[in-house]
């Protein structure tokens, strides 16, 4: 396989298609657009011909033709693009921390799409799976990688099967292997099946996970950039992330820019579920108010009133309705301790009790906790039982006091991102919705009906 | 209480594990099939996973508890999986997961005495456009309900 051959392909398929290409799925052309899934719902999915034809594998081909591995990260640092699974970590510096040296190193692609209400990265898999592959295999040529992992959630069978037939396909073509393009590039890619625990979507958890441990987070540092999976190097990206990188690489880090606000670059693609009209997945650009994405979810179910903005869970954060016209972007939600999360967003009306949602989320991050850090397994079964006592109209003003206190020491203390979030989560709740935990011990008064049974 | 289990079936299981030993990351795997070929990773087939990765039997054991997915008793003949994801869950998934244990005389993520049903809580199922969700015996039901839950366990 060689350049020349890749346009045959890309010409031949175009021919052959037709005007498939040109369909447009989206409902509202002005504020959605299409970055990540760019060919999602577009293309057949088993084909690689076609997926070349809408420039796949191009840009693995400029890269490791005419680009030097450091200019690669380059091009990913100056794009802005940050981690599209939570944490918001600027992906080209993430990328910028493995060692130079040579040796084996390894590519994880984080696909435990573990919080419930995202379905992104399914999306993504079972319609676009080439373009998770040449993300990785452009990680894997930046940072020197040979091997790369897709961590697969155990809930996606289907995913398994397409990813599977991708990863043979793009070998058969020479696109994955052993001297990818005709150079000394060597990659590959297996699928690592999970088995349905919500921590391993946490780093050194997956780390764990494949190394046949128990799924536990490890302590930091070391970091995996330093000592990872089999203690070597290792890179861990999630599929959002490492599907929009070919076509940084292909179109520049300023075509990257161009979209989003500054500070937060680019496209993200939202799951909008909960009581709205239309639930779906869309794919909208950073900076755009709480509001409009309602909007483009039909409006709130029933005509009902909007309540609150949850990104994630079960380690959720969340916005009252006073916050309707804040826009969804890093540095925003920083500020107020709320993350924009993996995608997965759930508005609620106002029939959902807030004392009952977040105990209904700290409880089951009780259970998935790994129990490895004190913090974190003392601290999430305490705020679950006084919840409760809330719930049931037995706590005093006394144990909210309490409430606070844990959720800063398990926000301080916890080893690793599930117990820090918990204490975002009971955060934004007491933060957000104050007057009705108030409600809910001074007056024993549940405005949704759900508590006191 | 002792499970007993084909000699072909372990031959042959035996055999795909000895395989897996030799990757460095073959341990789940093996666990996997186990839960897929048997049902279940219960005593008898973990000491055989050891004996093959060189593990121990408390760390075999020690995944097979961590993970949702890996049961150390066999499972029942018919799966039911009741999401109860935070989508699932805030629009009433707890009342369908009651209404199946009601059914299927079942505690929640156990298997009921004549080994018939098996319910298990899941943890999203990656359709939450269109939950709550249901799946039986590896068949997904979306937008499911207590009368089309009860209607649906009927035709098993």
């Known amino acids: 396989m060689d350049i020349k051959l890749l346009k045959k392909i890309k010409d031949d398929t ?34 690689i011909d076609e997926y070349i034809a809408r420039d796949g594998y191009f840009a693995l081909n400029k890269a490791i033709t005419e680009m030097k591995p450091e200019e690669v990260t380059e091009v990913v640092k100056d794009s802005g693009l940050k981690g599209r699974s939570g944490g918001g970590f600027p992906t080209g510096l993430k990328w910028g921390f493995i060692p130079k040296e040579k040796g084996q190193k ?14 992104i990265d399914g999306v993504l898999m079972r319609q676009d799976p080439h373009s998770v592959l040449e993300g990785m295999a452009l990680a894997g040529y930046a940072i020197g990688a ?25 070998k058969e073509k020479g696109l994955l292997g052993k001297k990818i393009l005709g150079t000394d590039f060597d990659f590959e890619v297996e699928v690592f099946r999970g088995a349905g625990a919500y921590v391993c ?14 799924g536990n987070s490890k302590s930091k540092p070391p970091f995996p950039a330093v000592k990872g999976l089999f203690s070597k190097p290792t890179l861990i990206n999630n599929v959002e992330t490492l599907s929009v990188v070919p076509q940084i690489i292909l179109n520049g880090a300023d075509w990257y820019k161009s979209t989003g606000i500054p500070g937060s670059e680019g496209s993200k693609v939202f799951t909008l579920t909960g009581h709205l009209n239309s639930p779906k997945t869309v794919e909208v650009p950073l900076g755009i108010t709480i509001r409009e994405l309602i909007e483009l979810g039909g409006g709130m179910r029933d005509n009902r009133k909007f309540k609150a903005f949850v990104t994630g869970s079960p380690n959720v954060t969340m916005l009252g309705s006073e916050d309707i016209d804040l826009p969804v972007a890093f540095p925003e939600f920083k500020e107020r301790q709320v993350m924009v999360g993996s995608g997965g967003v759930v508005i609620l009306d106002d029939k959902t009790c807030m004392v009952d949602f977040t105990h209904f989320n700290v409880d089951l991050l009780n259970i998935e906790s790994c129990g490895r850090c004190t913090p974190c397994r003392v601290g999430t079964k305490r705020a679950a039982q006084l919840l409760e006592k809330i719930k049931e109209g037995s706590a005093s003003l006394k144990d909210l006091d309490k409430l606070i206190e844990l959720a800063e020491h398990l926000r301080t203390a916890s080893l690793c991102g599930l117990g820090q979030a918990v204490g975002m989560t009971m955060h934004t709740a007491m933060n957000s919705f104050k007057d ?12 949704a009906g759900k508590c006191f049974k | 209480m002792k499970n007993k289990f084909l000699p072909e079936q372990l031959a042959e299981f035996e055999k795909s594990i000895a395989e897996n030993a030799k990757d460095q990351a073959g341990l789940l795997k093996s666990i996997h099939l186990a839960q897929k070929v048997f049902g279940g990773v219960p005593v008898e087939i973990q000491r055989v996973i050891g004996k093959h990765h060189d593990a121990s039997i408390s760390k075999i054991s020690g995944i097979v508890t961590f993970y949702d997915y890996f049961t150390s008793d066999i499972q029942g003949k018919n799966i039911i999986e009741v999401c109860v994801g935070t989508t699932c869950y805030v629009q009433e998934a707890n009342d369908i997961l009651k209404k199946v244990c009601e059914i299927t005389k079942c505690e929640p993520n156990s298997t009921s005495r004549n080994k018939e049903f098996s319910v298990v809580i899941g943890r999203c199922l990656g ?14 039901h979306n937008k499911v309900t207590i009368d089309k839950v009860t209607e649906l366990l009927k035709g098993i």
């Open chain 1, 201 to 214: 979507g946490e780093e050194s958890a997956i780390i764990n996970s494949i190394e046949g441990n128990r």
């Open chain 2, 127 to 140: 359709k939450c456009e269109l939950a709550p969700n249901v799946i039986i015996n590896h068949k997904t």
């Open chain 1, 436 to 447: 009705e935990f108030l409600a809910h011990i001074n007056e024993h008064e549940c405005a």
């Open chain 1, 106 to 119: 390894y590519i994880i692609c984080n696909a435990d799409e573990g919080e419930s209400a995202a379905t």
């Open chain 1, 146 to 170: 040979s091997k790369g992992y897709i961590y697969l959630r155990y809930e996606y069978p289907v995913c398994l099967e397409v990813l599977n037939k991708a990863i043979e396909d793009a």
């Open chain 1, 14 to 47: 175009l021919k052959r298609v037709g005007n498939k290409f040109d369909k447009d799925y989206r409902t509202n052309k002005e504020k959605e657009v299409r970055i990540v899934l760019k060919n999602s719902y577009v293309i057949d999915k088993d084909s």
